[in-house]
């Protein structure tokens, strides 16, 4: 008899997307997104944003780990570790390959029906985001990305597309990742496909908050339409929103650290949430944007169809969390989306992310606490360096520990009570990262063979956390 806290149909996975994996980035008929233009990186050279793709430029998405030529032998190996569902994102530019066309392109939509036939040869529930960090570059240039109104009716073709061609294949949704992100000053390109005729690079982007917050209404909008139309076609469909949950807490018990932190999380993490799952903006929302001379463009209907447009579960990434001080003189470190003042109590990664596994258990319940509905940890994860040894192994036995704290919080909180419907640990994979553009900040259980420089064989090869989490997933989570 099974004395696991995980619920029998708990959704194991793991997470991707597209353009961090696929690659093939011009390949039958694909536009170039906006992470096309994103050139290499490292933890202290920022990715270059080029307006044309420039010759001899390493752009990590283009090949990335060519998923779209070996699919086949990459969800075979999810298969052999017992995986339940699988997070990928759909290449919007691979549909709609400037985002504005009227017919979709026949070649990008069935490459997803052939992802999809795979996965469910294994009993594998896809779990698929409709827009991860891929907006078409051409509605960049002809719109400033989603600063644009006309985006909104792009993204409802995009989606309406998507759900009826997949009605029958996909029942888990979600529309924006990380749509928080928004919030941020970092988020505008990635998140938003705002570009400025003057930003350069991706962490010193030229930033206007007022175009930023309209872009993200324009989302919302698109969001709860997309969510409408969906459950039309299917009401069976799950559709969620995802938030980079960054975790925030005060340094001191000073009320003062108390209220900024307060102020920070409802603005990073609370601000996205609310709207898509409440339906409404939030009562701080209106200090928030009169104090930062925001003022919104909302046309009739945007709001109503908020309100008719919520989500039905909430997803979130949790790599880390952070500290707020009023204290300028603290010592500040990198993280997810945004750094903070550093934890003295919190060890952290090669790249400075505060690991803190118990802070998932606080999220999980300020969140459940919040609104009540199913959720899912989407994203979850250590990017470290790995090192192949001479017989060919990888001893990542740091990834365990990381991933085997944080699921054993997960159980806590399932224990005090949140409804936790699965988990899809980042870059089940290695894949190109986000915020770098290194292959070397790796994630996966499935190393490959490729550096940060592009070179490699693209060979596959498990790890030992492959075999730990095959044994974790078998177990229902008891053997940890
Ligand atoms: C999340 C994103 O912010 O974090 C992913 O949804 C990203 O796209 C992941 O890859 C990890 O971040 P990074 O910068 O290490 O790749």
């Known amino acids: 008899m099974t004395t696991s806290v995980f619920p029998k149909d708990f959704l194991w996975g793991g997470a991707t997307a597209a353009n961090q994996f696929e690659g093939a980035w011009n390949v039958d008929g694909k536009g170039p997104s906006c992470s096309d233009m994103l050139s290499g990186g490292t933890h202290t050279t920022p990715r270059r944003i080029t307006r044309t793709n420039e010759q001899g430029v390493h752009y990590p998405s283009h ?123 970092f988020g505008a390109y990635l998140a938003l496909g705002i570009l400025h005729k003057d930003t350069k690079d991706f962490l010193h982007q030229v930033d206007e908050p007022a175009v930023r917050f309209q872009a993200l209404h324009h989302q919302f909008v698109a969001s709860a339409r997309a969510v409408q139309i969906g459950h039309k076609i299917n009401p069976d469909f799950k559709i969620g929103c995802m938030i980079a949950y960054m975790t925030t807490y005060p340094y001191t018990c000073n009320p ?113 606490g919040r609104y009540g509905i199913p959720m899912m940890v989407v994203e979850n994860g250590l990017g470290a360096f790995d090192t192949v040894e001479a017989d060919g192994s990888i001893n990542d036995s740091y990834r365990i520990d990381y991933l085997k704290e944080h699921i054993e919080q997960m159980g806590e909180a399932i224990k005090d009570g949140v409804e936790l419907w699965g988990y899809t640990p980042w870059g089940c994979i290695d894949l190109v990262s986000a915020s770098t553009g290194e292959m070397e900040k790796r994630y996966g259980f499935i190393y490959v063979d490729k550096d940060n420089q592009g070179k490699g064989t693209l060979d596959r090869k498990k790890k030992a956390s492959f075999f730990w989490y095959k044994d974790v997933i078998e177990s229902n989570g008891e053997n940890l």
């Open 63 to 185: 090949e990335a780990i060519d998923f779209y030529h070996r699919y086949k032998e990459d969800i075979k190996l999810f298969a052999e570790m017992g995986f339940k569902t699988f997070r990928l994102s759909i290449n919007w530019s691979r549909i709609f390959p400037t985002g504005m066309e009227q017919e979709p392109n026949e070649a990008g939509l069935q490459f997803y029906d052939d992802v999809f036939d795979e996965l469910k040869k294994y009993n594998i529930e896809p779990l698929v985001t409709i827009s991860h960090y891929e907006l078409p570059f051409g509605l960049t240039q002809e719109y400033n990305g989603w600063a644009g109104r006309e985006v909104i009716e792009h993204f409802t073709r995009y989606a309406e597309t998507l759900f009826t061609r997949y009605q029958n294949k996909v029942k888990y949704w979600l529309t924006f990742n990380e749509i928080n992100c928004g919030t941020a000053e």
């Open 256 to 368: 003062e650290d108390i209220l900024l932190a307060q102020e920070y999380n409802n603005i990073r993490n609370n601000y996205c949430g609310d709207i898509q799952v409440r339906g409404e903006y939030p009562y701080y929302a209106k200090r928030f944007l009169k104090e930062h001379n925001i003022e919104l463009d909302i046309r009739d209907g945007d709001l109503e169809d908020i309100k008719a447009g919520t989500v039905d579960y909430y997803t979130f990434s949790y790599y880390m969390s952070n500290c707020v001080s009023t204290d300028p003189k603290l010592e500040n470190t990198s993280g997810n989306i945004n750094g903070g003042v550093k934890n003295p109590y919190l060890q952290a990664s090669d790249w400075g992310w505060q690991i803190d596994p118990k802070g998932l258990r606080y999220s999980l319940n300020e969140i459940y």
